[in-house]
Nanobody
């Protein structure tokens, strides 16, 4: 089992930036993919960004050009740099780790989530 702990959320004005971190309790180098989902009140959870062990990234259309995902295997950490934040980015952001490409979502590892609020 692995624990994922997110940090870096908070309150920021529109146009501002935040960097989320997701620290794993053990090595992440063997995970097929890690990334971030978000869920806003009354909305479905959506994938924000993902990065594979090979460094391939994937982003939701709504965040392309504004968010950047990266991973530091030496620090067992995945980051989400969020720039030019908008009100609609307000949500709880949760980190996940998918052990293999075949692992069903129900067996992924999840963090507890961190709140991001974009408001003036």
């Amino acid at each position: 089992q692995v624990q994922l702990v997110e940090s870096g959320g908070g309150l920021v004005q529109p146009g501002g930036s935040l960097r989320l971190s997701c620290v794993a309790s053990r090595s992440i180098s063997h995970f097929h993919a890690m990334g971030w989902y978000r869920q806003a009140p009354g909305k479905q959870r959506e994938l924000v960004a993902a990065i594979t062990s090979g460094g391939t990234t994937n982003y939701a259309e709504s965040v392309k050009g504004r968010f950047t995902i990266s991973r530091d295997n030496a620090k067992n950490t995945v980051y989400l740099q969020m720039n030019s934040l908008k009100d609609e980015d307000t949500a709880v952001y949760s980190c996940y780790a998918a052990p293999t490409v075949l692992t069903p979502r129900g067996l992924w590892h999840w963090g507890q989530g961190t709140q991001v609020t974009v408001s003036s």
